[in-house]
């Protein structure tokens, strides 16, 4: 699996974006890029994947770069409970198994 | 909506006693997962299961665990032997295909 970097910690105002960065400069044709979070204690959340198309669903805005080295996860409008550790994994998608590979993640805190 | 549930949500049990963590997956779901996060720490992958077998293992998953699926609803992971070093918070996790949906976890804590 091509390996991601995230930075460690941001934070965001509430009302507004926040932009979460990920590189992932060693992505192959056929790794997708997939975004979870996990907040406070809880289990991880599934958010959004795409392989190189942007892509939008009701939580969230996936934006990958055209050389796909690198993506950009979109919260239009963060609110508190937004706050969480936000993980980008680029995976291979195969037939058999597809299994989630958590790092350590970026840290979102979303203040008032 | 439906989601993964996971019982207990804290088990205290006692250094070299066995336990069994529970989970029902979302129904329809093919593809099954244990993971676990001691305090501080990533979350890592123990165990997959598909079709009624393990298909994929980390060097943490050792002889001391295993998998079930008793009834084609439940999916178990029992610790044979516990050690003080097992107290995590432990997610299953099931999949149609490629998104993983995870339970709210257990909190096994071992004295």
């Known amino acids: 699996d091509a390996k991601t970097t995230q930075p460690t910690s941001m934070d965001c105002a509430e009302g507004r974006a926040a932009n979460l960065p990920c590189n992932h400069s060693?992505?192959?044709?056929?790794?997708?890029v997939y975004w979870y979070r996990q907040i406070h204690s809880q289990g991880p959340q599934y958010i959004i994947h795409?392989?190189?198309n942007n892509e939008t669903n009701e939580m969230a805005s996936l934006i990958i770069t055209e050389d796909r080295k690198s993506s950009t996860l979109i919260l239009p409008h963060a609110t508190l409970r937004d706050t969480a550790v936000y993980y980008c994994?680029?995976?291979?998608?195969?037939?058999?198994?597809?299994?989630?590979?958590f790092g350590r993640g970026t840290s979102l805190i979303v203040h008032p | 909506e439906p989601e993964v549930t996971q019982t207990p949500s804290h088990q205290v049990t006692q250094m070299g006693q066995e336990v069994i963590l529970r989970c029902v997956p979302i129904?329809?779901?093919?593809?099954f997962y244990w993971y676990r996060q001691i305090l501080g720490q990533k979350v890592e992958f123990l165990v997959s299961?598909?079709?009624?077998?393990?298909?994929?293992k980390s060097e943490i998953f050792d002889d001391q665990f295993s998998v079930e699926r008793p009834d084609g609803s439940n999916f178990t992971l029992k610790i044979r032997s516990t050690k003080l070093e097992d107290s995590a918070m432990y997610f299953c996790?099931?999949?149609?295909?490629?998104?993983?949906?995870f339970g709210q976890g257990t909190r096994l804590t071992v004295v």
């Open positions: 299961f598909y079709n009624n077998e393990i298909s994929e």
């Open positions: 060693t992505i192959s044709g056929n790794e997708y």
């Open positions: 129904s329809n779901h093919l593809y």
């Open positions: 996790a099931s999949s149609p295909y490629t998104e993983a949906f």
């Open positions: 795409g392989l190189k």
């Open positions: 994994i680029v995976r291979v998608v195969t037939g058999g198994s597809y299994i989630p590979t």
